[in-house]
């Protein structure tokens, strides 16, 4: 039977085009399949997906666009590309605000500094601004940090090394800053960081709160709003940590208020002060462009509690592994400890302050390397709210998502050198031994641009607190077989936790 000329040209396009479609997919990064894009590939990969994505920016120059499913408004356009990265959160920055995506996708926060834009963002950074650098609230920083090392990391350290036992350090440093920062904050201690370990509901809340926003980023927005209408899957777990947050952070505000009203409150100013006390005291001192009533304080709350809790312990607990695993560096920062303290108290335990942790320049620049190799946060995404052209020449139209992979970025040859996987602080430090300054568009640990992080001094006034006290003070030694892999979510934790044996140094 004879096929009509029409047929037989269709059927001769579609092989040709499969033919094209299969030897231009050879020499692809990702497949392009039709109708479901590049969604299978990436799925494959998605147990080591920030290694893929590394592998995959690397290969295509350091931008990346990325096919989804054509019926899911997947699609993306990835990059490392530091002039990309200045054009989106400097030069054009008001063409790139967070968006009503980010907002549904971070809707927990409600609408504190993270969430907003344009000049709700502006009002919450000058208040944010003016909690940090408040005299009163920096010298409560200081006393609440040397208090929680004494009373909180070192008995628990030492009851771990007395007793011979196994230690997930991540966790600790997960309690570790939770206290702090609920103390920060707030003015409370919960109490979380002790020798039995305890269970707070509000810090696990926040966990399951983060890994819920984690999957709203990698799944369509169709599914997780159907989730969340059903009630099913980890939409069912964020309903509920809402709710315990809600319920947490409404009775801290209501116990604040009481103390305040009966001067429970410590009025020593060289104690310091708390940051809620301070928002619901010294109102004259921030200005009146936010109503301060119990919806801004809750999600003021969450938002700095978030910030400090998350962030601080994935670094502490990188820098230690890096630290542990390369024991130069380790020598190098205890040398440099040692030479900042009086002969006299050589060789016993101590806490280190912030005042002497300022002369640790060593130290500094190992944070600063594990940062550069571990982001607390690996990925960001943007989206335009006008077209634009990058400097890389890629055209972006509204709302067209693009994610900077910060990870990826740290391990760039094309930014950072040849030896880009190394952890190397020497990297940081110039021929005057200060810390080298590089520019916040290629190393992103603290945002870039207006969104630069307020909090990065008192950051790295905390960190370098713990890190200078524990080095000091005890010695340890990595589980034997423990696998270290970063997780797949949106602080960028260990996957198997950091499990180590601890031993003192001084009798």
Known sequence: MQLPLGYFELILALICYFSFFFFRQRHAVFYDWPLLGMLPAFARGAGRIHERCTEILRDTGGTFLFKGPWFMNMDMLATVDPYDVHHIMSSNFVNFPKGNEFREIFEVLGDGIFNSDHELWRSHRKVTNALINNQ???RFLARVTAEKLDK????VLNHVARKGLVVDMQDVFQRLTFDTTCMFVTGYDPGCLSIDFKDVPFSRAMDEAEEAIFIRHVMPKGVWKLQRWFGIGKEKKLKQAWETLDHVIDALIARKRRDLSNEVVSEDDAKGVDMLTSLIEEKHSFGDELKRDDKFLRDTILNLMIAGRDTTSS?????????????AVEIKIRDEMDSIIPECALGKPRIFEAEETNKLVYLHAAF???LRLYPPVPFQHKAPIKPDILPSGHRVDPNMKILFSLYA?????????????EFKPERW???KNVIRHEPSYKFLSFNAGPRTCIGKQVAFTQIKAVGATMLHNYKFEMLEGHIVAPNVSVILYMKHGLKVRVAPRWD
């Open 152 to 155: 909180g990391l070192i008995p």
């Open 429 to 431: 430090i110039t021929e």
């Open 136 to 138: 009163r609230f920096l």
């Open 409 to 421: 970025m740290g391990r760039m040859e094309t930014i950072w050198g040849v030896d880009s996987r």
């Open 368 to 370: 600063c390397e594990a």
């Open 315 to 327: 670094a502490l607990a990188w820098f230690l592994w890096l630290v542990v695993t390369h024991p």
